[in-house]
Nanobody
Framework: QVQLVESGGGLVQDGGSLRLSCAAS????????MGWYRQAPGKERELVAR???????NYADSVKGRFTISRDMAKYTVFLQMDSLKPEDTAVYYC???????????????WGQGTQVTVSS
């Protein structure tokens, strides 16, 4: 199994920034996507952003223009730069790695433990 270690969450004021990091123990799935989901209390888990093995990115409409996903291919690490944070961004953020073709399938891939992001109004 792949271990994903997340860091960078915390408390920030409205309009502030945070940078999340997620490091995989290895590229277990070979050609893989890495990305971030989030889940707020009482809500379903939703995709925030992903980056494919070739560097193509996808973002939720709610974060487009504010968040930037990137990765270090050699170190199997994914980052999420979160700018202009809003209270509605408050959630637990989960890192995921999976094969490109299966990234959006919930039963495929490995998940991080989650890191709390809280944006105060």
């Amino acid at each position: 199994q792949v271990q994903l270690v997340e860091s960078g969450g915390g408390l920030v004021q409205d309009g502030g920034s945070l940078r999340l990091s997620c490091a995989a123990s290895k590229n277990y799935f070979g050609v893989s996507s890495m990305g971030w989901y989030r889940q707020a209390p009482g809500k379903e888990r939703e995709l925030v952003a992903r980056i494919t093995s070739t560097g193509r990115t996808n973002y939720a409409d709610s974060v487009k223009g504010r968040f930037t996903i990137s990765r270090d291919m050699a170190k199997y690490t994914v980052f999420l730069q979160m700018d202009s944070l809003k209270p509605e961004d408050t959630a637990v953020y989960y890192c995921k790695i999976a094969q490109d073709r299966y990234f959006y399938q919930p039963d495929f891939g490995s998940w991080g433990q989650g890191t709390q992001v809280t944006v105060s109004s």
